[in-house]
């Protein structure tokens, strides 16, 4: 072996040679060569001088004319050389190519390259290199190369690259190529010679920072969890493996095991205790993956936590991550700046935290998952989002559940839907064979056949139970008085309470009665009376609303809010400036419950809605919110005569099925709200910013303060085409600039649709002409709004404001002529 190895060099020389004096003998001495280096063992017995002769050939060998270049010989030079130098002529000669060498012929021996598995003869050769210390220069190189072998070709080719280099496919050949190179080592290891991983671990890094996690890892993965399940030797390859994956790259590595391994349990076993080795890796683990990102699915969730879980070694991490994220849910500012999805997110890390604590971590933690839970469930039930107000009571009831399991435990009252359920079942923990989808038809009839005894004797037990509640009944009959004989109750009539006539008479019932009968009788029929009784309603309009606003249930009567808030209304439209006066001046007073002032901004919307629809037969219409339209004016004698004409042909070319009488054109009514537009808005807009003794719109009160500025955006739009509109526009706008920069996201939504509303309502002239300076500021806070803010909504809405903006300035723009 040693003197045919030593037999190269001359042939090496000979063939560089006859290639660059272009001799006839070309081909002669490239077979030459070739048997050489066959003889020798192939390109591993080649020594330095050797692989830089054998360079020297290569790069002749692109710079040749077509014709000095043996056909079949030339290219199986490249094939049977030095991987690395051949892979790197070849990109050298495909991205630059000299005159006689076309890129397709590059681009044909890179295909036949990849087909014949010279990859991982490539990477075990830059293995081999490594652990004899060799350039660290040309390792990185050939790293760029091997990693960005369809980039390159690709940039080159322009779309004509053959299959084989598409990521899809390049990718997944090089996680098979990883794989024999990692056999070849756990053979060497076996063998009790020296070998090092680290190239294998650089390219496996630098593959996934480029995004290309699923192609390698749907191969490496699959692969190395059967061969790590019963073999230390594979076990401790693939720990070497990924530990030797440089930290600029672990992140991508970390997340794209967690992501494409199925269960906790195999997630351990490739990665060992690399968390409590790797300060990247736990940085990732403990903090990136659980605090800073809030993509990941909840089987994610469960896989990183489970392997936090399984070893001793890495479950002080475990109780240190609970501990991080409970401070995270407990912090006030976080609940106010944090979107909800990621709110849920650490939600569902804490329920998979605590469902693998274990009762001596729940003793030594036990106050201070106390104190956590106090001060979270706090944050979240004073948030305006009901989403975020469930995930507390979740929350703090499965910490109270875990830490009190003798005691009572908090219980709240809210809809239980399947994210609840699903949150909720996060809290039992999975054991590790649960995970695999399915099992095979053996373990199913023996789990089957175990569970049957189970059915068939609590079967026994129903059946034997039977006989003595049999008995108990036959008891219990005897004992009955069977000698007394019910009433005929059959003709009899529920007597019904008449209800009063007249107003007054109701206002004495609502205040001073004490028959229930009546008064509930009075409730159910005070809106219809009000709104018959228009004059004698206000003549006591706003004794009526006072008594209203401050009426309570004295009986269960069913719908007892929507009666009240209907009669409401109809005193409100009925008489709209003093009872809108005597709202809005409530709103702000003493001695008045938060509910209270709610129902002020329900009932002032509601008729506003009403007083802004038009009327059809003395009846207002209830049939949704419909957005103002522009009224046309009566046609000319003319334009009737040629309707008509259309409207015959249309009928008599129109088929029919049934006939009934046509629809008549809707009657057009003046807008009541326009008149009185400024009663019901100027007063709630003014003193926003006073606290009161027991009301601070601007402090701890802000849900009343999100009401209210929906409110503002519901009342600006209805007043569209009103004289007050621009006055309106113009304190709404001053109105939404001092509070743009509310921490509550229900506020930051109500601002948003205040600027949709004034931008929908204000005529488009009087915006530019009145407001200028205030718009390009407006527009430049929508933009920050549409970059920065972390509420989704508010986002969508300020992307649709600078979207109405836009529109405003097209249609102003003069149309060129």
Same mark, same amino acid.
């Given at each position: ?321 609970l501990q991080e994220l409970l401070e995270t849910w407990g912090s006030s500012s976080a609940v106010k700046h944090s979107p909800p999805e990621q ?60 830490i009190n399991t003798d005691g009572p435990v908090l219980k709240f009252q809210y809809e239980e839907d399947d994210e609840a359920r699903e949150l ?71 007597? %019904? +309470? @008449? ?6 008479? /109701? #206002?004495?019932? =609502?205040? *001073? !009665? ?104 003395? %009846? +207002? @219409? ?6 103002? /339209? #522009?009224?046309? =004016?009566? *046609? !000319?004698?003319?334009s009737k005569g040629w309707r008509k004409i259309v409207d015959e042909r249309i009928k008599s070319k129109t088929r029919r099925f049934a006939t ?82 509310? +921490? ?74």
């Open positions: 072996m040693a003197a045919a190895a030593a037999g190269l060099e001359p042939a090496l020389r000979e063939a560089v040679a006859a290639l660059e004096w272009g001799a006839a003998g070309a081909a002669e001495a490239l077979g030459a060569l070739r048997a050489a280096l066959a003889a020798a063992g192939g390109s591993a017995a080649l020594g330095e001088r050797e692989r830089t002769l054998f360079g020297a050939l290569l790069r002749s060998l692109a710079r040749a004319p077509r014709a000095a270049r043996p056909e079949g010989e030339w290219q199986r030079c490249f094939l049977e050389g030095p991987p690395g130098l051949g892979l790197c002529v070849l990109l050298e000669a495909l991205t630059s190519p000299g005159p006689s060498f076309h890129p397709s012929e590059a681009a044909e021996v890179l295909e036949q390259f990849l087909q014949e598995g010279r990859l991982s003869a490539l990477l075990w050769d830059a293995c081999q290199q490594q652990a004899q210390a060799g350039s660290p220069e040309l390792q990185e190189a050939l790293l760029n190369k091997v990693v960005c072998l369809p980039d390159h070709v690709s940039n080159k080719l322009q779309g004509k690259n053959p299959p084989v280099f598409f990521p899809q496919n390049y990718f997944p050949l090089l996680g098979g190529a990883i794989i024999q190179v990692l056999q070849k080592i756990s053979d060497s290891l076996r063998g009790g010679l020296d070998c090092s991983i680290s190239f294998v671990s650089h390219v496996l890094g630098k593959v996934c920072v480029h995004g290309r996690q699923k192609e390698i890892l749907g191969v490496l993965v699959p692969r190395l969890m059967g061969l790590t399940k019963s073999d230390c030797i594979w076990q401790r390859i693939c720990w070497r493996l990924v530990e030797c994956v440089p930290d600029r790259w672990m992140e991508a590595v970390v997340l794209g095991f967690v992501q494409r391994t199925p269960g906790a349990d195999v997630l351990s076993r490739l990665l060992g205790n690399l968390v409590v080795k790797n300060k990247k890796a736990q940085f990732v683990v403990t903090q990136k993956l659980l605090l800073l990102q809030y993509c990941h699915t909840t089987a994610v969730l469960q896989n990183l936590l489970g392997y936090l879980a399984l070893d001793g070694l890495r479950r002080p991490l475990l109780i240190k991550v709110q849920q997110y650490i939600s569902k890390a804490i329920l998979i935290c605590l469902s693998h604590l274990k009762e001596p971590e729940i003793e030594s933690c036990r106050q201070e998952l106390l104190t956590s839970m106090m001060e979270g469930v706090k944050c979240h039930l004073d948030s305006s989002l009901p989403q975020i107000r469930r995930l507390g009571m979740i929350v703090a009831e499965s910490i109270s559940s875990k909720k079942s996060l809290l039992v923990q999975t054991p590790p064979f649960c995970i695999v989808p399915s099992l095979p038809d053996d373990d199913r009839n023996e789990k089957a056949d175990a569970a049957l005894p189970l059915v068939l004797e609590s079967d026994k037990k129903s059946h034997t139970a039977a006989p003595v509640t049999r008995q108990e009944e036959s008891d219990a009959e005897l004992d009955s008085d069977d000698d007394l004989i019910p009433y005929d109750m059959s003709e009899d009539r529920e007597l %019904k +309470t @008449k209800a009063p006539v007249y107003i007054r008479d /109701c #206002i004495e019932v =609502l205040t *001073g !009665s004490e028959d229930m009968d009546k008064w509930e009788a009075t409730v159910k029929a005070l809106e219809s009376l009000v709104r018959k009784n228009l004059a004698a309603t206000r003549e006591v309009s706003v004794e009526l609303a006072k008594i209203l606003l401050h009426l309570e249930e004295k009986t269960c009567i069913e719908g007892f809010v929507e009666l009240r808030q209907r009669a409401q209304v109809a005193v409100l439209t009925t008489d709209p400036i003093p009872v809108a006066k005597y709202l809005t001046s409530q709103f702000y007073s003493l001695n008045y419950s938060l509910r209270q002032r709610m129902d002020i901004l329900d009932v002032l919307v509601l008729a506003a809605r009403e007083l802004s629809y038009p009327k059809s037969h003395g %009846k +207002t @219409k209830h049939s949704g919110v419909q957005k103002p /339209c #522009i009224q046309l =004016l009566p *046609g !000319s004698d003319s009934g009488p046509s629809q008549g054109e809707l009657a057009s009514s003046p807008n009541e709200f326009s008149s009185v537009a400024g009663h019901f808005f100027f007063p709630l807009i003014q003193h926003f910013d006073r606290p009161l003794t027991t009301f601070d719109l601007l402090g701890e009160d802000h849900f009343v303060l999100g009401r209210l500025v929906h409110t503002l955006a519901v009342l600006m739009y209805l007043a569209v085409n009103t004289v007050a509109v621009t006055a309106m526009g113009k304190a709404l706008l001053e109105f939404v600039w001092a509070l743009r920069f509310h +921490t509550d996201s229900y506020v930051r939504q109500g601002l948003l649709s205040c600027i949709s509303s004034l931008l929908l309502s204000v005529p488009a002239q009087h915006l530019l002409e009145d407001m200028t300076e205030e718009l390009l500021e407006t527009q430049s806070w929508l933009g920050d709004v549409v970059e920065k803010d972390p509420d989704g909504d508010c986002r969508r809405l300020a992307l649709q404001n600078l979207l109405l903006m836009e529109n405003l300035k097209k249609k102003l723009e003069p149309v060129p002529s």
